[in-house]
Every structure is written in C-alpha cells, then in structure tokens.
C-alpha cells in the first residue's frame, strides 16, 4: 500500500477537524437547546436548534423520508471521489486542496448525522431587517467556502493550466 504525502495528511486532517468541530458543535447545541429554541446573541444573529430533514435550505424537506437515504448515499458517494481526488493532488495544488478538505468534511458531517438522527442539525440564525437566512451549520459552511474556494480557484489558475497544455 503505497504511503500518503505531508500534504495529504494535512488535507485529510483539515477534513477531520471540519468534521470534529461540526459534531462538536451540533452536540454543544443538542445539549443545551430544546427543538425550536432560540438565543439571540446580536441584532443580527440567533443560535436556534432546527432540524433539517431535506438539504440545503430544507429542499425536499417534506418528501416523505426518502430524502435522507437519497441524501445519505449521494453524501458517501461524494465524499469517496473527494477522498481519491484528495489523495491524487498534486502537491503544488493547494488551493484546491483546502477546498476539497473543507467540502470533505463538510459532507461527512452532514452525512453523520443523516445516519444516526436522521436529520441535520441546524443552528447557526443570520438575520437582518426582519429576513432569516436558513439555519446552518458548520458543515454547511465548510462546503460553501470550500466551494467558493474551489471556484476562485479554478477561475485564478484555471487559465494557467489550460495554457501549460
């Protein structure tokens, strides 16, 4: 079995603690919050406890349960091919690797609690002149900055390597 690179290592470990904090975080909420509770914090942001039974911003939430296997599956699928992408970077690809960590285990987060609550726990409540943006958590913010990332990324050295072929 051939041996992972520092840089790899250092990839699968930012994925790692994405998905330690994440479940941290989710279980610090757990913990002191009953479904529905809400703890403002700013004019601007609450801690609340929800549960999201579909996907992003509640998609499908009301689909009749499916949505979680569907959801689960696609989540495992995903996070393989990030794991075999991960492991085939090359080691100069940095940017790319951040992102794909932060989406890694982002998606692992998500899809654990899919599998053991059937849900996702939600509690991170932005608002401002009476607008909520969707609950979320820390797994949802690590793939949508890994996402960005991984666009800005594309978009800054996309060209460079269309140029070295």
């Known amino acids: 079995m051939p041996s992972l ?11 790692a603690s994405v998905l330690l904090l994440d479940q941290y975080s989710k279980l610090w909420i757990v913990e002191r919050f009953s479904y529905g509770d809400i703890e403002s914090l700013s004019g601007f942001f609450n801690l609340v406890r929800v549960h999201n039974y579909g996907a992003a911003f509640s998609f499908l939430s009301d689909a009749g349960g499916w949505q979680r296997w569907a959801f689960s599956l696609l989540a495992a699928v995903i996070s393989i091919v990030l ?6 970077l090359p080691t100069q690809s940095k940017m790319e690797g951040l992102a794909l960590a932060l989406i890694l285990g982002g998606a692992l987060g998500n899809l ?3 599998l053991t609550l059937g849900y996702v726990v939600d509690f991170l409540d932005f608002h401002w002149s ?16 890994g996402a960005a990332v ?4 594309t978009l800054i050295n996309g060209s460079e390597a269309d140029n070295n072929e």
């Open 5 to 15: 690179r520092p840089i790899t290592m250092l990839w699968f470990a930012l994925a």
């Open 83 to 88: 794991v075999v992408w991960i492991a085939r």
């Open 112 to 114: 654990y609690d899919r």
């Open 130 to 145: 009476g607008m909520h943006f969707p609950a979320f958590n820390i797994a949802d913010a690590g793939i949508s900055v």
């Open 150 to 153: 991984l666009i800005f990324d």
